[in-house]
């Protein structure tokens, strides 16, 4: 494991935390807003703006910014209907995290190793306030989240929206790892749980 790796995984300033929180709020928010403006100029008119960046301790910043992602993911469904809404901003929020997930991965020098990717989504999570477990079998692997500080706020509809972001960051820090996720704390499951299927699997450990 590279040296930058190594130290992330040990410790990071919560002023870093902060920043990486409030830049995944600003690019999924703006995501959000694009969509409202593009099927009605004036759908932004009863939701309250955000001011970037957005201020507090770690809590507070990811309670304001559900609280954005909510207001603008319940406007969509309004606008559009659920599935559309799925539809349309699911694949965006996957773009903003594929994005992330390529800059995370040139900023800590991260190799395509199943065990160094892990170790940088375990750093992503905790800006979140997720706590996430990767069951390594060969046939089957699997990611299983039994913390998140997101899922008492997100409705089922917001959660399957954002985390397409989750998916993207995975593909982003590795282009052969897809994660579907199939089960949610958001709709009732006790943990939520995503199937991670690995192309060249093997190839990945060495």
């Given at each position: 494991m590279n040296l930058k790796l190594l130290l992330a995984s040990w410790w990071i300033p919560e002023y870093l935390?902060?920043?990486?929180?409030?830049?995944?709020?600003?690019?999924?928010?703006?995501?959000?807003?694009n969509i409202l403006k593009s099927h009605d100029p004036d759908s932004l008119k009863n939701i309250t703006p955000l001011s970037l960046p957005l201020k507090g301790n770690l809590s507070h910043?990811?309670?304001?910014?559900i609280q954005?992602?909510?207001?603008?993911?319940?406007?969509?469904e309004n606008l559009l209907g659920r599935e559309r809404s799925i539809d349309l901003a699911r694949p965006a929020m996957?773009?903003?995290g594929y994005r992330l997930g390529l800059e995370f991965k040139k900023k800590l020098n991260i190799k395509d190793d199943t065990k160094e990717i892990m170790i940088a989504a375990h750093i992503l999570y905790k800006v979140l306030g997720i706590e996430f477990e990767f069951q390594d079998m060969?046939?089957?692997?699997?990611?299983?989240?039994?913390?998140c500080e997101l899922a008492s706020y997100y409705s089922p509809l917001s959660c399957q929206i954002l985390s397409g972001a989750d998916e993207g960051v995975l593909r982003g820090l590795n282009p052969a790892f897809d994660m579907k996720f199939i089960e949610r704390i958001t709709e009732g499951a006790s943990c939520c749980k995503a199937r991670l299927k690995i192309k060249n699997y093997s190839e990945t450990e060495s």
């Open positions: 935390l902060k920043k990486e929180l409030n830049n995944l709020a600003s690019l999924t928010i703006n995501e959000l807003d910043i990811r309670l304001k910014m954005g992602h909510e207001s603008r993911v319940q406007a969509l996957f773009k903003v060969e046939d089957d692997p699997h990611i299983i989240i039994s913390h």
